[in-house]
C-alpha cells in the first residue's frame, strides 16, 4: 500500500514524517532520488529510508509504504491511491522557504520570496495555489487533509486520527512520544525555524503580500481552505 505524504514545501511534512516515526515505528521515503532532508538532519530523527521498490511495487505490497512529496499531483500518483495532504496557509509555507532558500545570504530573503510566489510550472512543485488544488480536487475519501495549524497544536490527537482513517491496522508504539518544537531547535535551530501560524505578519512585505493574492490559483486554494481574502494583515 502506498501512502502519499504530500504538502508544498515548508508546510510541516519533516514534523509529520518525525511524528509517524515516534508515534508508530514508521519509515518514510520519499519521491525523490535524494532526500535532502535526511541528509541535512539524519535520517534517524526522521525516522528515514531509501525507499524500498518502485511505486508500483509499493502499491503491490499489503504493508503500509509512506512517501513524501512536495510535488503537485501528477502521473506518478495513481486515483486510489491514499494521500495525507498537509496544508499551510500559503503566506507562511512561501514566507518559510524563502528564509530557508536564503539562510547564507538574508538580504536574498525577498528576491527568493518573489520568485517562489510568481514560479508556475505545470511538473514538479509548481505554485503554491496550483499544488494544494491537485491535491485536494476533486475531494476524495482517501486522501485526508490535514492542517498544519492542528499539527503543531496537537500533533498527538491529529495524526492519530488521520492514520485510523488512512491506515488502521498500525500500532503505536508503546514507548510513543513526540519531541517538541524546542528539541527539534536544539537539532537545527534554522531548520526548525518559528514553527507556528501567522508568521506572515510580520515577514510578507504589503507589495509581495498582493502579489501573492493576485493569483487565481492561491485565491482558489486559500478560498477553499478558508482563508479570508481581507484578512489581509
Not at 520519499?30 to 502499491?59: C, N, S
Not at 507589495?207 to 501573492?212: D, G
Amino acid at each position: 500500500m502506498l501512502v502519499w505524504v504530500a504538502s508544498f514545501p515548508r508546510s510541516g511534512n519533516t514534523f509529520l514524517r518525525i511524528v509517524l516515526h515516534r508515534l508508530y515505528g514508521v519509515q518514510t521515503s520519499t519521491v525523490y532520488d535524494v532526500d535532502g532532508v535526511a541528509e541535512r538532519l539524519g535520517p534517524e530523527l526522521i525516522g528515514a529510508t531509501d525507499r524500498p521498490g518502485t511505486l508500483a511495487e509499493l502499491r503491490a505490497d499489503p504493508a503500509p509504504h509512506f512517501v513524501k512529496t512536495h510535488r503537485q499531483r501528477d502521473a506518478d500518483v495513481v486515483e486510489s491511491d491514499r494521500a495525507i495532504c498537509l496544508v499551510r496557509d500559503g503566506r507562511d509555507a512561501l514566507v518559510s522557504w524563502a528564509r530557508q532558500a536564503s539562510e547564507d545570504d538574508p538580504g536574498r530573503y525577498e528576491t527568493e520570496l518573489r520568485a517562489r510566489i510568481l514560479r508556475d510550472t505545470a511538473v514538479g512543485t509548481g505554485s503554491w495555489g496550483n499544488n494544494i488544488l491537485s491535491w485536494l480536487q476533486p475531494a476524495a475519501g482517501h486522501r485526508r487533509v490535514l492542517r498544519y495549524d492542528d499539527l503543531i497544536r496537537d500533533p498527538w490527537t491529529a495524526v492519530t486520527a488521520i492514520i485510523t482513517d488512512v491506515t488502521p491496522t498500525l500500532m503505536l508504539r508503546p514507548d510513543a512520544g513526540i519531541p517538541s518544537l524546542e528539541e527539534l531547535r536544539h537539532h537545527d535551530n534554522r531548520f526548525f525555524r518559528r514553527g507556528r501560524t501567522g508568521s506572515h505578519h510580520d515577514e510578507l512585505p504589503t507589495e509581495l503580500h498582493q502579489l501573492f493574492w493576485s493569483r487565481p490559483d492561491n485565491r482558489a486554494a486559500m478560498q477553499l481552505l478558508g482563508y479570508d481574502q481581507l484578512a489581509t494583515v
